[in-house]
């Protein structure tokens, strides 16, 4: 995405195929896509390398909105649509893939309206959404973050914080995305202070960790959060479509698959 | 395929990439194919780590055989029949990924009796087996050297030498799944004393290259034997499924196509 030139193209396969030889293979992909990213950057010299990316998903997204705002209003269970549709926009993901079609978010769209959830944990969520106490939405890619918004809509507004990552990596949502997707005014939007593609608390802002710490009910979008905060000892809902057969393997669903999964306290760690 | 001990999973992964990191770009992915299975072999010192799989290919393949030689028999044109089955066949590729399901196998026939094929190709393939001369059958991988048996079998054997490959790599076809699928005594087998997933002249025996030099029709299978032979002066049909975008572009058709390609001597080097 940032040159044609083929000799640069080698050097940065070269120097990623001997970072990632070295590796410590016990840390989670996030981990190593931070890692993975920054060199890329750095080799670069191009602070971000996903913006067009970006700009398109979400230019992509913001046209689906009225359409997909359309489809939650005239369900018959708004808050379950709008859940489906942010499973929905996790398909743009450009951690797992080089590219995607315009059409293929449009099957995603489908796909999600109709495949099955875990029915229980929907209910848990629309209950623990009903509660009282503080939300925190955590974000996962541009493009995705307008379909996070249909959700969001159908949530109490004022008691959510909606959180971004701190610095671009990967297609991974930033401050300027929750702006294009108009999510500033209905909520508030904090950065995470981290270029993780995931959430590792230690590498986020003292900030952003007080935030989670108190937070009461915490709805983490993407593998990427779920790799780095299954098993946290946190409540957490996990929106998700899996991406990989050893993510799908650990949840128990096949990859591809829409998934609404609440954590317990106890559960084990990815 | 070779363990389940996750340490030696961890030592051939970090030693394929140390490896691939230092590889010259401008060889062919055969080449490259070469070198990273003969360390996976050394380093597991397993000589044919694939051995399971062509097996279950082989059988796979020879269950469907009784089914689709009727299908050639019935057909209004048997040798296309046949031909359309022998790149169907092509499928069965463990060089481009890890697992292939039977039903995967069902679909590459359904799409290959329907999906297009360059008819002018297909009419000089046909006219150049109808002439005279020695013909050299450059086999590619196991389950698929079945298929293959349908097309020589429509095909004047007594001209044809059959060409595996000289020791195994990956899941490509040996002397001994020529002989699991019955051409032994079909047609002339020899080896081509390489363990290369392609056909690079200079890794084969002298004895082969002798034979590639004199034979008056080569048709060779697979996208292996087209990185390393197109371009090189022979008159060559290829006849292969394309497997990636970068062959896909060089062809000029799409990813997952059913491709006869008549090899020009002129034409240029992959």
Known sequence: MVTDDPTVHERLIRETLLLVAEMPFDRSPPWMGQRIHRLLRELTGEKDPYRQVKQHSNNLALSLYAELKERVRGSADPFATAVRLAIAGNVIDFGCRSHLGDDEVHQAIEDAMVG??????????????????????????????????????????????????????????????????????????????????????????????????RSDLIIAKGQGNYETLSGGGRNIFFLLKVKCPVIAGHIGCDVGQVVVLRQNRRSERV
């Open 116 to 213: 099955s959830v875990d029915e229980v944990a929907m209910a848990d969520l629309r209950q623990a959404v009903e509660g009282v106490g503080d939300i925190l939405y955590l974000a996962d890619n541009a493009g995705e973050i307008v379909f996070d918004r249909l959700l969001i809509e159908e949530m109490p507004q004022d008691r959510i914080t909606l959180v971004v990552r701190g610095s671009p990596v990967i297609n991974d949502a930033t401050r300027e995305d929750a702006e294009v997707a108009g999510l500033n005014s209905l909520v508030k939007v904090m950065d995470n202070g981290s270029d993780v593609p995931g959430t590792i608390l230690e590498s986020c802002s003292p900030s952003f960790q007080a935030c989670f710490a």
